[in-house]
Antibody, heavy 120, light 109 residues
């Protein structure tokens, strides 16, 4: 059974940085594309970023491109999201999620998420 | 940018009823639409993909269809565990991006 556990969330001031991690188990991590999705308070789901199984391809939503960096360490079965220049509208619960075998595909399953609060 | 509009926002039905949930795309999206179910306190779970294919573990009472840019999720006979929020999602393969609808809440009447 696939298990995804996010960590690294917290309270951060606008303009500062935060790095999220997602530890994966129950799968051969290096075989799957991975994703980050977020949900801001009172708002809908928003795709944030995706990375290919080998890390060679990355994609970002327009709202985070140039500020966020997705990466992975297949030797540690861990996905990362480096978030720089954080803004108030980045405040959300961030979920990591599994993609498809050697592809991006559909987003499932999801981790429970980690809360990022951007506030002075 | 493709926008997905789901209707209704809330649907009140009883167990045993037939549920029809709509997701309209602002432009052609071929069949790159998925449906997710989110129960209270849980994360979204993939129900349907490529508009009409059931994901592993999805009961046969769930079906998906498409007509142009209108996508429909149908639950033939509601079970108590089906009352949840349903999201549709579009995937653009190049450049890769995903868009979610705002959701339809299915509530017990």
């Amino acid at each position: 059974q696939v298990k995804l556990v996010e960590s690294g969330g917290g309270v951060v001031q606008p303009g500062r940085s935060l790095r999220l991690s997602c530890s994966a188990s129950g799968l051969i991590f290096s075989n799957y594309g991975m994703h980050w999705v977020r949900r801001a308070p009172g708002k809908g789901l928003e795709w944030v970023s995706s990375i290919s199984f080998d890390g060679s391809k990355t994609f970002y939503a327009d709202s985070v491109r140039g500020r966020f960096t997705i990466s992975r360490d297949n030797s540690k079965s861990t996905l990362y999201l480096q978030m720089d220049s954080l803004r108030s509208d980045d405040m959300a619960v961030y979920h990591c999620a599994k993609g498809s075998y050697y592809d991006f595909g559909w987003i499932d399953p999801w981790g429970q998420g980690t809360l990022v609060t951007v506030s002075t | 940018e493709i926008v997905l509009t789901q209707s209704p926002a809330t649907l009140y039905l009883s167990p045993g009823d037939r549920a029809t949930l709509s997701c309209r795309a602002s432009q052609s999206v071929r069949s790159y639409i998925a449906w997710y179910q989110q129960k209270s306190g849980q994360t979204p779970r993939l129900l349907m993909y490529d508009a009409s294919n059931r994901a592993p573990g999805t009961p046969a009472r769930f079906s998906g269809s498409v007509s142009g840019t209108d996508f429909t999720l149908t639950i033939s006979s509601l079970e108590p565990e089906d009352f949840a929020v349903y999201f549709c999602q579009y995937r653009d393969n190049w450049p890769l991006m995903y868009t979610f609808g705002q959701g339809t809440r299915l509530e017990i009447k």
